[in-house]
């Protein structure tokens, strides 16, 4: 037997409703913009991490050193 338009509007409400608490709230493209920055950063943080331990050369070692305590302040900048 076929369901009335109401029951469906209503279990599409109840969906909706569980689909938006589990996304969350919207982001302002503000907010996804310095989400996308700091994902930059992490992701750049990691590489320079990932080369200091794979680095042989004592002034490699020290560039990359700096550029990670650069990146440091940077995530702590846009916390």
């Known amino acids: 037997m ?16 569980e689909r ?7 982001l ?3 907010q ?13 943080l ?3 991490r990932a080369e200091l331990a794979a680095a042989r050369s004592d002034a490699h070692r020290r560039m990359l050193t700096a550029a ?4 440091e302040l940077e995530l702590k900048r846009l916390a």
């Open 68 to 71: 990670i305590e650069a990146l």
């Open 20 to 26: 938006t608490r589990t996304l969350g709230r919207g």
């Open 46 to 48: 990691a590489r320079k």
């Open 28 to 30: 302002t493209p503000a």
């Open 2 to 17: 076929a369901r009335g338009f109401e029951s469906k509007d209503v279990e599409y409400q109840q969906a909706e409703a």
């Open 32 to 44: 996804g913009a310095a989400g996308a920055e700091r994902k930059t950063v992490e992701l750049a």
